[in-house]
């Protein structure tokens, strides 16, 4: 039996996807913005039909990392500018960069919540947070023994998490926002690329395989089975502000937005 799933290719390797209620137009539209890899431009996609909207905004970043909302609705992300890796503020009406401030070391993902911007590294074992608005570090990095960071995100509760590397294998993490320090971890079998968190539950994609697994947040433990797709290769997953739940991964031959059904983990 066939299925058609809800997706859109697209071309260029597009590496962040995220959603939410579009407070410019004062309207229930829901957008998703894409970030692609090897290019200096932010496109957004309408939610419903997962097709571009507008003219993608191009910037003097060059190469971007990682994309994401706060809880007031403004929108970060992480790229490489001007010769170094950056921390960077978007305007969610067109995708242009408004502010942007080089940091020291290099930065993969990114989160943030009430003010406060929480930066992975790839290579080291510390978490550091930076104010939002002037996007400068606050207080000093948080330690710990996870070496090589994979992704960051808060649930709609405050609470954040991310997936790393530790003890030799990959593992699910949780963070103490106050500081930055883990307080929950939980070794995974396979490989683990990025989660995305919502009531109570974490989900996870793998890099090479085509499964959405589903985790209890307090346990870190595996809910249900793995929801089969004919998605290969995943790069990110991210709740919008109303519970849907969109990714990004390869499908046909081709990059491709992807909206996931919260109850199973399974492409709609």
Do not use: Q
Not at 33 to 48: I, K, Q
Not at 55 to 79: H, I
Not at 105 to 124: E, Q, V, W
Not at 128 to 144: C, E
């Amino acid at each position: 039996m066939n299925r058609t799933y809800k997706s859109l290719t697209i071309c260029g390797a597009l590496l962040a996807a995220t959603g939410f209620k579009s407070e410019a137009a004062n309207a229930s539209v829901t957008h998703v913005y894409g970030l692609s890899g090897l290019s200096n431009t932010v496109t957004l996609y309408d939610a419903d039909t997962l097709k571009p909207f507008g003219k993608a905004a191009p910037s003097n970043g060059w190469f971007n990392y990682d994309l994401a909302f706060d809880n007031t609705g403004r929108l970060f992300g992480t790229g490489h500018l001007n010769g170094g890796d950056a921390l960077l503020e978007y305007d969610p009406a067109t995708g242009a960069v408004i502010n942007s401030a080089a940091i020291t070391g290099d930065i993969s993902t990114m989160a943030a919540r009430n003010g406060i911007l929480y930066s992975l590294t790839g290579l080291s074992n510390t978490v550091v947070m930076y104010d939002a608005d002037t996007l400068k570090p606050i207080g000093r990095p948080a330690l710990s023994n996870v070496w090589g960071h994979y992704d960051l995100t808060f649930d709609n509760a405050g609470r954040l998490f991310g997936a790393g590397y530790l003890n030799g294998r990959d593992a699910l993490l949780e963070y103490d926002p106050a500081t930055g320090a883990v307080i929950n971890s939980s070794t995974i079998t396979g490989n683990i690329i990025t989660v995305a968190a919502r009531d109570g539950i974490l989900y996870s994609l793998t890099g090479l395989s085509n499964t959405v697994v589903m985790y209890d947040a307090d346990t870190l433990k595996p809910i249900g089975r793995p929801a089969l797709s004919n998605v290969w290769g995943h790069y990110d997953l991210a709740f919008d502000n109303t519970g849907r739940l969109f990714g990004t991964g390869f499908l046909n031959g081709r990059d491709a937005l992807l909206e996931f059904d919260p109850a199973t983990g399974a492409v709609i």
